[in-house]
């Protein structure tokens, strides 16, 4: 009887995604599922803390007032953000104070163990890597899971207010023929660390995450959105981007 419950609840389950809707309760989603929905969100709510503990050093470090305030209110955003994926997490019964103390290095993405050095590293990473996560908080916005969706939408509109700063500071240093060698190095250093963090292409466990429509996109997919963002937009100021095919399917 229990495997035909379970069978019941995935025909049910199905049915509602492949009809648009959004699944809204816990008791709604099969082991199956839920396992792939916890791998995409425990990730997420680990990379909005990691991201937020990397930009706290550049409260102090930015160059400028204005700065220090809108690096501060970006270390405020990411922690908000981390709280609502937390948030999210509880209502599905995780041990979030386990993820966030003990778990924490085992869901975090490489890209975050490396330090941010130098104003311009910290620019770059501002821009390549919270537009990488603009491009996957779009795919999350889409989910079938509701709860999940409706955070995203505002996440996302905040993540691509983040992208501006670094826009707006990358263009500036690659205007000034006396940064603009050092902001080349800064995306050199960080385009294949931050180009990773979109996952490999084609794989099973991302056809899982398609067929529940947790995820819209394949990782490549993704990736190249991001990738032909970023390329247009360093070839307008004058900066050499590493060609995606090196490392596209690491």
Not at 14 to 33: F, H, N, Q, R, W
Not at 111 to 129: G, Q, R
Not at 204 to 215: A, E, L, P, S, V
Request: with cysteine; glycine share 4%; net charge negative.
């Amino acid at each position: 009887m229990l495997v035909m419950d379970e069978k019941a609840k995935h025909e049910a389950m199905m049915a509602k995604i492949e009809a648009g809707e959004k699944l809204e309760s816990p008791e709604e989603l099969t082991d199956e599922y839920r396992q792939a929905l916890l791998l995409l969100m425990i990730a997420q709510a680990d990379s909005e803390l990691a991201g937020a503990y990397g930009y706290v050093p550049w409260i102090e470090g930015a160059p400028t007032n204005a700065e220090k305030l809108a690096m501060a209110n970006i270390v405020k955003d990411e922690i908000r953000h981390a709280k609502a994926m937390y948030d999210l997490l509880d209502r599905l019964e995780v041990d979030t104070n386990h993820l966030i103390n003990v778990d924490k290095m085992k869901n975090r993405m490489k890209v975050f163990y490396e330090p941010i050095k130098t104003w311009a590293d910290l620019v770059m990473f501002n821009f390549l890597m919270d537009r990488a996560a603009g491009h996957q908080l779009h795919d999350a916005a889409e989910s079938s899971y509701g709860p999940w969706s409706r955070t995203m939408v505002q996440i996302e509109k905040e993540e691509w207010m983040h992208v501006k700063h670094g826009e707006t500071w990358v263009k500036r240093m690659a205007a000034n023929a006396e940064t603009k060698a050092e902001i080349q190095t800064a995306l050199d250093f960080w385009f294949p660390m931050v180009n990773k963090v979109f996952g490999k292409a084609n794989t099973d466990t991302n056809k899982t995450f398609q067929k529940f429509k947790i995820k819209q996109r394949d990782n490549q997919d993704v990736r190249l959105s991001w990738y032909n963002e970023i390329k247009a937009l360093f070839d307008s100021y004058g900066m050499v981007c590493p060609p995606i095919d090196l490392i596209a399917k690491n």
